[in-house]
């Protein structure tokens, strides 16, 4: 599985953002998909969750009712549009992908989208 992020960027206070994951390699294995994030200094968090099949979500309680992740399968693609952004949304992105579960479970990553906010 080969993941590939884009559209971060520099936005003001207020402004929005869409992310997006391109995913390749065996897609049908694929479990679930997050995205998390790492400011300067901080561990990565999770923002956002979507598991396969049932499309299910979850979000971090810092994001809800702003952030709205979504998968489209028919294009191999994951997205995570971002609205309201805040200067403490300024993060790395990073999209993963988890295959199988615990104890054989794999997680693969992208190499992550900057995301700038400004006040």
């Known amino acids: 599985v080969q993941l590939v992020e884009s559209g971060g960027g520099l936005v003001q206070a207020g402004g929005s953002l869409r992310l997006s994951c391109v995913v390749s390699g065996r897609t049908e294995s694929i479990d679930v998909m997050r995205w998390y994030r790492q400011a300067p200094g901080k561990q990565r968090e999770l923002v956002a969750t979507?598991?396969?099949?049932?499309?299910?979500?979850n979000y971090a309680d810092f994001v809800k009712g702003r952030f709205t992740i979504s998968r489209d399968n028919a294009k191999n693609t994951m997205s995570l549009q971002m609205n309201s952004l805040k200067p403490e949304d300024t993060a790395v992105y990073y999209c993963?992908?988890?295959?199988?579960?615990?104890?054989?479970?794999?997680?693969?990553w992208g190499q992550g989208t900057q995301v700038t906010v400004s006040s």
């Open positions: 993963n992908a988890q295959v199988g579960k615990i104890p054989k479970r794999y997680d693969y």
């Open positions: 979507i598991i396969s099949g049932g499309g299910d979500t």
